[in-house]
């Protein structure tokens, strides 16, 4: 008696699909936070080139803006962390820094957008805080400290339009998606600047 099975390309890629969304069903752990702050891992990794005739400074802006959102959100919402791309929240601010410096001016100009998401997904409000600081750019201690303040009067613009409705106890939402994967919507694919 001879038994054959035959996988077709259908089979598998059902299979594979069934398997991949068991496995990350299943490692989305519930954060101990109600919101979870995301912040691209492209502000991680990718420089930033602040243009002068002779000075050229490069950084990331990842490592300077999560300190000052998360400490921002923590001093309004009270219950914030910072997103590990597995962890579901009721809510989910994604934000998103940008900057640009006037050497002629020596002006710093940042711009942060904050997106706020329900933990299924769906987009709830976008908001604006922008700023300005005068500053020279010449000494790496000099220029993260107007790095810094530029970023934190930012925050303080943001926070003042910021609104995040904490959503009662009875109505939680019924399937959250990991952090990782809402932050990741409307992620520009290149970076230029």
Not at 39 to 57: A, G, N, T, W
Not at 69 to 79: H, S, T, V
Not at 107 to 113: A, E, N, T
């Amino acid at each position: 008696m001879k038994c054959t099975m035959k996988f077709t390309f259908k089979h598998l890629a059902i299979l594979f699909f069934t398997a991949f969304t068991v496995s990350a069903s299943v490692q989305a752990a519930e954060s101990k936070s109600n919101t979870l702050l995301y912040i691209s891992p492209s502000d991680y990794k990718y420089s930033v080139h602040l243009l002068h005739p002779y000075y050229d400074y490069w950084f990331e802006q990842g490592p300077l803006v999560a300190p000052i959102a998360l400490a921002a959100l923590k001093a309004k919402l009270g219950d914030v962390d910072l997103c590990k791309a597995n962890e579901t929240a009721d809510t989910i601010i994604r934000i998103k820094p940008y900057l640009f410096y006037n050497p002629q001016l020596r002006v710093y100009h940042s711009k942060l957008v904050a997106t706020v998401y329900s933990g299924g997904g769906n987009v709830l409000g976008s908001y604006v805080g922008k700023a300005q600081q005068q500053g020279f750019n010449s000494v790496d201690v000099g220029i993260k400290l107007h790095l810094n303040k530029v970023y934190t009067l930012a925050m303080q613009d943001l926070m003042i339009k910021l609104q995040v409705n904490q959503l009662p106890e009875g109505a939680k939402a019924e399937a959250k998606l990991p952090c990782g994967i809402i932050g990741v919507q409307e992620e520009t694919k290149f970076n230029f600047y």
